[in-house]
C-alpha cells in the first residue's frame, strides 16, 4: 500500500515537473496583419460583382469532389491573399495537394495566412515550419501545447485552456469569395477514401458577408492564442523549404494529380 502510494506521489511530480517547465514563447516579435480591401480590384471580384450592395449570395458545395475542387480553382485564381482556417488539417494526400496549390499560390505573389489548431499538428509541424520559411507563407497554430514533446500531459495540468479548441473552417480568397461548412482538410471530406461514405456540407459565399468572415479570421489570427509555429517549432532554413517543395511537386507529378497540378 505505501509503495502503490510512493508510485502514485512519484509519477504525479514527474508529471508536474515535465509540464510545469514548459513555457510559450514570448509574443513581443509578433506582428498583427488583416485582411485586404475587399474593394481591392481582382478577377474574383469582377467575377463576382457589386451589382447587390447590402446582400450575400451561397452555393451549397455538396459533393466532396466539388468541394475538393472548388478550392483548388479558387487557390488558382487569387491574386491577393488567402486566408485559411481549420481545426483538422490531416496529413494525407488530399492536404499535400491542397498545400502544393497554396505554395504555387505563394510562388506568384499572393499572401497565404494558413491558422490551425495545435491539437493535430504535431506530425506536421516540422513540414509547417518549413513552408513558414517562404515569404509571402505565414503559419499560426492557435492555443499551443506549452510543451511540445508531451502534449497529452498538458490537459492534465492545465485542462481549461488546453480543451479550448479552434474548430472553425474558413477558406477566404482576395476578401471577395468565401467557403465554410463541416469540412476540414483530409481524405474523408473530399470523398478521397474508397472504405467510408462521409457526408458533408460546406457553402461558398460572396457579398457582404465575405468582410464579416475575414474580420472573424483577423480576430483569430491576431488573437494572444495564435502562434507562428516557427516560434514554437524553431526557425528552419531555405532548404527546408526547398525540400518540401520538392516533395509536393513529387505529388504533383503522379499520374492521379496531373490533371489538377
Given at each position: 500500500m505505501i509503495i502503490n502510494s510512493f508510485k502514485a506521489t512519484f509519477c504525479a511530480v514527474l508529471i508536474f515537473t515535465i509540464t510545469g517547465c514548459a513555457q510559450l514563447p514570448s509574443r513581443?516579435?509578433?506582428?498583427?496583419?488583416?485582411?485586404?480591401?475587399?474593394?481591392?480590384?481582382?478577377?474574383?471580384?469582377?467575377?463576382?460583382?457589386?451589382?447587390?450592395?447590402?446582400?450575400?449570395?451561397?452555393?451549397?458545395?455538396?459533393?466532396?469532389?466539388?468541394?475538393?475542387?472548388?478550392?483548388?480553382?479558387?487557390?488558382?485564381?487569387?491574386?491577393?491573399?488567402?486566408?485559411?482556417q481549420y481545426y483538422l488539417y490531416h496529413r494525407q494526400q488530399t492536404t499535400i495537394l491542397f498545400t502544393a496549390f497554396l505554395l504555387k499560390a505563394a510562388e506568384r505573389g499572393v499572401r497565404v495566412r494558413l491558422l490551425l489548431d495545435d491539437l493535430s499538428q504535431a506530425d506536421s509541424e516540422l513540414d509547417l515550419a518549413a513552408l513558414a520559411v517562404h515569404p509571402n507563407v505565414e503559419v499560426r497554430l492557435f492555443n499551443p501545447f506549452p510543451n511540445r514533446r508531451f502534449r497529452a500531459l498538458g490537459f492534465i495540468t492545465n485542462y481549461s485552456q488546453l480543451s479550448r479548441r479552434m474548430h472553425n473552417k474558413s477558406f477566404i480568397v482576395d476578401n471577395r469569395i468565401f467557403i465554410t461548412g463541416g469540412r476540414?482538410?483530409?481524405?474523408?471530406?473530399?470523398?478521397?477514401?474508397?472504405?467510408?461514405?462521409?457526408?458533408?456540407?460546406?457553402?461558398?459565399?460572396?457579398?457582404?458577408?465575405?468582410?464579416?468572415?475575414?474580420?472573424?479570421?483577423?480576430?483569430?489570427?491576431?488573437?494572444?492564442?495564435?502562434?507562428?509555429?516557427?516560434?514554437?517549432?524553431?526557425?528552419?532554413?531555405?532548404?527546408?523549404?526547398?525540400?518540401?517543395?520538392?516533395?509536393?511537386?513529387?505529388?504533383?507529378?503522379?499520374?492521379?494529380?496531373?490533371?489538377?497540378?
Open positions: 513581443e516579435s509578433i506582428q498583427p496583419s488583416y485582411a485586404i480591401s475587399a474593394d481591392t480590384p481582382s478577377t474574383i471580384g469582377e467575377a463576382v460583382g457589386s451589382n447587390h450592395p447590402g446582400l450575400s449570395g451561397f452555393y451549397p458545395l455538396v459533393d466532396g469532389v466539388d468541394a475538393f475542387v472548388a478550392r483548388l480553382a479558387l487557390i488558382d485564381s487569387a491574386e491577393h491573399t488567402i486566408d485559411v476540414n482538410i483530409g481524405n474523408a471530406y473530399f470523398s478521397a477514401e474508397d472504405h467510408s461514405e462521409f457526408i458533408d456540407l460546406d457553402v461558398m459565399s460572396v457579398g457582404d458577408i465575405v468582410p464579416e468572415a475575414s474580420d472573424a479570421f483577423d480576430l483569430y489570427w491576431n488573437h494572444t492564442l495564435s502562434y507562428p509555429v516557427q516560434n514554437l517549432h524553431g526557425e528552419r532554413d531555405e532548404q527546408s523549404l526547398i525540400e518540401i517543395t520538392k516533395t509536393l511537386e513529387k505529388l504533383c507529378s503522379r499520374q492521379s494529380a496531373k490533371q489538377l497540378c
